[in-house]
């Protein structure tokens, strides 16, 4: 039984994308909305035939972008103060207000893939209409993880990649979902779905090498077993070893750097340094800003430069 479950919400509504303005209404329709998201603000009067060819590609660019800009429409004949005051001495002329201030621009009827290349650069990053800000829910997710809620974060991964499959960061948190569950198989297949270019990525690595001890820990026997030997022989370190991998199986992390240590300690070139190895594969699968992680290193430095 998968952890993840589909849901389904309304269609959100379209706002109102074109409107025409004032030169009273312009502070509220262009400068204050752009604070919001990119406006667009058409300069064109009723005699100007350039105007009228590029105003329907304008409109038609616009309702493409499903929401990441609106566009406001001044006709100068009536309200010249305001294109007075921006120096705007021929039409049509488009610009463009980002974070309250005008950004970029463009002069005459311009082709409409033209047109489109100039949406698309000033509403990079935006979300459209029913877009998530992918960003944000990712922020939720993690934050629903480190509360312990594997079931919870996981549905939040799985929203992102109904918008995005190929998002990595949610791929990765998936995976990790899976495998606080206990379901090692479901994250290998997640993490699968990783383009082999992005394997390196810091948070699939991570995942990887959590995936690797996860299964290197299922061949041990129970740690009661493993302890007991270790107390028997303290100088059995393949025992001691088994024991670490385990106990980190088990989210015990600081016991398992301790035994880690202790071998290292005792024996820094046993199993070709398999012990300090096996920590940085801990600290990897941990992640740097882990407790453990920064603790772990901590020590691991003072043993081996003391």
């Known amino acids: 039984m998968t952890i993840v479950e589909q849901g389904s919400g309304a269609a959100p509504q379209a706002p109102d994308l074109i409107k025409d303005t004032t030169t009273q209404s312009f502070v509220k329709d262009v400068i204050e909305e752009s604070k919001r998201q990119p406006v667009l603000i058409d300069f064109w009067a009723p005699w100007c035939g350039p105007c009228k060819q590029l105003t329907p590609i304008l409109e038609k660019a616009v309702k493409a972008a499903n929401g990441k800009v609106k566009l406001v429409k001044m006709n100068i004949d009536e309200h010249p103060a305001i294109p007075g005051q921006m120096g705007i001495q021929s039409i049509p002329a488009v610009i463009a207000f980002v974070g309250g201030r005008p950004a970029d621009g463009f002069m005459g009827a311009v082709p409409e893939s033209q047109i489109n290349a100039f949406i698309e650069k000033i509403t990079k990053g935006v979300p459209g209409i029913g877009e998530p800000d992918i960003a944000e829910i990712l922020k939720e997710a993690e934050a629903v993880m480190a509360e312990g809620d594997a079931a919870g974060a996981a549905q939040i991964y799985a929203e992102v990649l109904s918008f995005d499959a190929a998002n990595i960061p949610a791929l990765a948190g998936l995976a990790k979902c899976y495998l606080e569950t206990g379901a090692i198989e479901q994250a290998k297949e997640t993490l699968a779905q990783v383009p082999e270019a992005k394997r390196t990525d810091s948070a699939v690595s991570a995942v990887q ?15 009661g077993e493993l302890e ?10 393949q025992a001691r070893f088994d024991l670490a991998i385990a106990l980190n199986a088990a989210g015990k992390r600081t016991e398992a750097t301790a035994h880690l240590l202790e071998i290292v300690k005792r024996d820094r070139k046993w199993n ?11 600290f990897e699968a941990w992640g740097g800003a882990d407790e453990a992680t920064v603790d772990g290193r901590k020590r691991l430095s003072t043993i081996l430069f003391s």
């Open 209 to 223: 090498a959590a995936i690797d001890l996860a299964e290197q820990a299922q061949s041990l026997g129970p740690i």
């Open 272 to 282: 070709e340094d398999g012990a300090r190895k096996q920590l940085v594969q801990f």
């Open 228 to 237: 007991q030997k270790v107390a028997a022989n303290p100088a059995d370190h």
